[in-house]
């Protein structure tokens, strides 16, 4: 072990030291959080990938040697197969991924408990052999899935979460992690906003890797992540157009702003997709003064009253503290008596933040029909009724999905099934209108264009089956149809013009000359 880790070491160990008056240990596991499982089983895959363009050391090999830049992977996906007589991940299974991640490989499992800041006491040892709902290697289920990318803490483990990912892979959602390690090594330097830089790098770098998943669908991805994980994907949202929702574990962005404004990439008006952050508990009076916590912490959040182009929640729970946004805090943390609540109302919060984080993807990834109804009753259940949270909300009008709009997606499919194209605008947009004036003078443009006749065609079917008793349209196109050569066509809309109003002379007129 280097110097530079001896030393972090002995000082979170004096740490705990010094406060152990303030902590106590819980009583919790996982049947108890209580996350309703979905329709699927849960596969899981943890594999190591490489990126080529950046290299890394590893700090315990004591060499000069720079190699790829490795990138340890966990997936959770759902899953079809039947479970009958297989056995389900341990949370053992799980941590010794985190073995492999801090990279102590060989460390005998017997030590994890000492060797990484978690109590070596019989509740902790109980936890390592808990049953977890996800199973090696399951088959894929059929059909395309929404990808979560989830971000861990500061220089933590993919698995940190592992009970929430399980979750939201029953549910349907696809999540791929990778854990926080620095930009050189496995631990940050100081530049931290190098490396929060370099976690945005991951997070492209596994959407990258979903692209190798069959079922993944690169048109629904998300991002998800607990403390430090929140500014990088913040980063990575303001530069990938691909990411279209963000959920944010009592997010760093919320602490640091300044450390999100020296990334050359920010731009608070890039953040223009629904944001939901999840933050902890006012810290008490006596905490922030036993502590040195700065004290508007409480209350300050730049980044959050800075947004105005995107729908954004800002939800604080009551009942917990930091730690407690994770799989791993809720299980092994230590308890600090002088704010945290009892095991039964942390493990009942952090259940609520995954069922709300669900409905939130459901609402705004997904855009189910009644998810977002639902999302905001969840709000309304849990801040109201249950008292486990308060929260704002903000966030403009949608955008008018204009006449402009309409015209750009129907001209990517040439004009074709225009009336299946209006009622799915429809759906999403029930305000949006086509004005009869606007199809008509396009239907023109598009038919005395020889190359776009037909499609113009296709743009008065749709007038007309939205005006049906609009005679210009049927003039309209009765002209088109004279123009291409269909006097059959001309003549029957002519007509129908006419039985419409009685009155049109330029019918009247076309109608003598063809006739005769």
């Not at 430090?228 to 157009?241: E, K, V």
């Not at 730049?302 to 995107?310: A, F, G, I, P, Q």
Request: charged share 20%; aromatic share 12%; proline share 4%.
């Amino acid at each position: 072990m280097n110097p530079d880790h001896i030393i972090m070491r002995s000082l979170i160990a004096l740490f705990l030291l010094l406060f152990q008056v303030h902590t106590i240990h819980g009583q919790t596991s996982l049947n108890k959080i209580d996350l309703d499982k979905g329709r699927y089983e849960v596969g899981f895959r943890h594999y190591s990938s490489t990126d080529s363009t950046r290299t890394y050391s590893r700090i315990y090999d004591y060499t000069n040697q720079k190699i790829p830049r490795p990138i340890p992977i966990s997936l959770w996906y759902p899953s079809s197969q039947n479970v009958v007589n297989k056995l389900p991940l341990q949370v053992l299974d799980y941590l010794e991924i985190l073995k492999e991640e801090e990279e102590w490989e060989n460390l005998p499992n017997e030590q994890i408990l000492n060797w990484f800041y978690y109590a070596n006491n019989p509740a902790n040892q109980a936890h390592i052999k808990e049953n977890t709902k996800a199973y090696f290697g399951l088959k894929e289920a059929q059909g395309i899935f929404p990808l979560i990318i989830y971000s861990p803490s500061f220089q933590a483990s993919s698995i940190e979460n592992f009970a929430m990912c399980e979750y939201l892979a029953s549910q349907g959602f696809i999540v791929i992690a990778s854990p926080s390690r620095g930009t050189e090594t496995r631990w940050f330097g100081n530049n931290l906003a190098k490396e929060v830089e370099t976690q945005a790098r991951d997070v492209e770098f596994l959407i990258k890797e979903a692209a190798y998943i069959p079922i993944s669908d690169l048109t629904k991805v998300a991002v998800m992540g607990f403390s430090f994980g929140g500014l990088a994907n913040i980063i990575a949202q303001m530069r990938n157009d691909n990411i279209k929702a963000v959920i944010s574990l009592d997010g760093t962005e919320r602490y640091q702003y300044d450390l999100l404004k020296k990334s050359p990439f920010f731009e608070v008006n890039k953040m223009d997709v629904p944001y939901l952050h999840m933050a902890q508990k006012d810290i008490p009076e006596k905490v922030l003064n036993e502590d040195k916590i700065d004290s508007t912490l409480n209350t300050k959040f730049v980044l959050y009253d800075s947004l105005s182009l995107n729908r954004a929640y800002r939800l604080k729970f009551h009942d917990l503290t930091h730690s407690y946004f994770s799989t791993l805090g809720v299980l092994f943390e230590a308890r600090d008596v002088r704010q945290d609540k009892s095991d039964h109302k942390i493990m009942n919060a952090y259940k609520w933040v995954s069922i709300l984080g669900l409905s939130f993807l459901k609402a705004f990834l997904l855009e189910e029909s009644t998810a977002k109804i639902a999302f905001e009753s969840h709000l309304g259940q849990v801040g109201t009724d249950k008292n486990l949270i308060s929260y704002r909300k903000k966030g403009q009008k949608s955008t008018p999905f204009t006449f402009k709009n309409f015209n750009e997606l129907a001209t990517a499919q040439q004009y074709n099934s225009l009336w299946e194209l209006y009622e799915e605008s429809k759906k999403k947009h029930p305000d949006l209108n086509l004005p009869e004036g606007s199809l008509n003078t396009l239907g023109l443009q598009l038919i005395f264009n020889p190359k776009t006749s037909t499609q113009g065609i296709n743009v008065f079917n749709l007038a007309i089956q939205l005006y049906p008793k609009s005679a210009n349209l049927f003039d309209s196109l009765a002209e088109a149809y004279l123009f291409m050569g269909n006097h059959k066509k001309a003549i029957a809309n002519f007509r129908k013009s006419l039985e419409l109003n009685p009155q049109n002379q330029n019918a009247i007129d076309r109608l003598k000359t063809m006739i005769e």
